[in-house]
């Protein structure tokens, strides 16, 4: 498997670093490119518990759930998803209050994912140990994870979270509508969308000179399909401060992707992605029931520009093997023959269509990965 060699950088010694070096965005002159990709809501429901236990050995394997998605996500640079459960240990339990197995940060990781955003509605579903265990068991898988953070110290240090690769520097911020009236525990810290403090903190990262800043964006009403007012504002407001792309989750349904203006450069648009939907959840009900990763690629010679960007359906299956259902990601737009291959029941191909259809409506104007990546 080839490694991503992604450099992260402790803020606070970088920026003394990068200002005492005085490093300018034009000495870089060679043409560089970055391929990221964002998965949505990676959920933890009792039954995703269960189908991930294994009685003979006593412990839990993910594994399963994502390897038909694997070559993709290993293939890009950097593979970012939307944390939303705890990892706060036993005992083990999906809604309202989540908290799944180390056994699924090792999957995801295997997968080929590299960082995790955690600002969201259930970050506190366990307190100040579910928060912090949260924390300590990503990193020790090697994930970089960010949008909690054990204290006010760990965030100065450590967001906004910039990391390096294929000489682009990439800013990646986080925020959260709310964490469910749960409130966090002195000196835990969950960053809330206060457009103050995203000031502040894009103030912050643009003294390290950021070739591009990414604002991932928990916000928006649930299982609905279009955008609100609020999440606009918000938009154009983040673009308005300066930062070049949001990624948006919360609804648990896909929304509208679009470009919008900086009001500064007319070649310079910002891409907004709403709504990413799930990633792996057990919601079952139509438009829930799936997701999309979205691809996106910067290229960078004198400034750093998107130059492509594109989408993947995907559905979970929930197959029964071994007497055991299942839960498993797989392309909505799978050719027949790879569904017989997979053994997709006449009801699965019918909600699996359904699903296709849904979100190929919804984003009738973005290019669709194809099957096969």
Known sequence: MKLKKIILHNLAIFLCWIIGQQISAGSYL??????????????????????????????????FCFSYLKP???????????????????????YPQFSSPNELATALKETGFDILINANNHALDRGKEGLERTIEVTGSEGLIITGTFESGEAREIRYPLIVEKNNILLAILNYTYGTNGLISSPPNIVNYIDTSMIRQDIQKVRK?????????????????????????????????????????????????????YNGVDPTDSILVVYSLGNFISNQRE???????IFSLE?????????????????WVQKPEI??????????????????ELLKLTSEEMEKLEEFYDDTRTNLSNIKEIPFGF
């Open 298 to 314: 910067l290229t960078k010679t004198e400034k750093t520009i998107i130059t492509d960007y594109s989408y993947l359906p995907v």
């Open 208 to 260: 390290v000179n950021p070739d591009f800043i990414i604002a991932c964006m928990h916000w928006g009403n649930e299982y609905e399909r279009v955008e609100n007012e609020t999440q606009q504002a918000l938009a154009r407001f983040l673009i308005k401060e300066g930062v070049d792309a949001i990624i948006g989750s919360h609804p648990h349904v896909v929304q509208p992707v679009e470009m919008s």
């Open 286 to 292: 139509r438009y829930r029931d799936g997701g999309i």
């Open 72 to 94: 993709l996500i290993q293939k890009a640079d950097i593979a970012i998803g939307n944390l939303e459960v705890t990892l706060a240990g036993e005992p083990y339990k999906g």
């Open 322 to 339: 071994n007497k055991i259902t299942r839960f498993r990601l797989i392309p909505a737009n799978l050719p027949d023959e790879k569904s």
């Open 30 to 63: 060679d043409t560089s490119r970055l391929s990221i990709l964002f998965a949505g809501d990676i959920m933890g429901h009792d039954s995703q518990i269960n189908a991930a236990f294994y009685n003979e050995c006593g412990s839990y394997d993910y594994s």
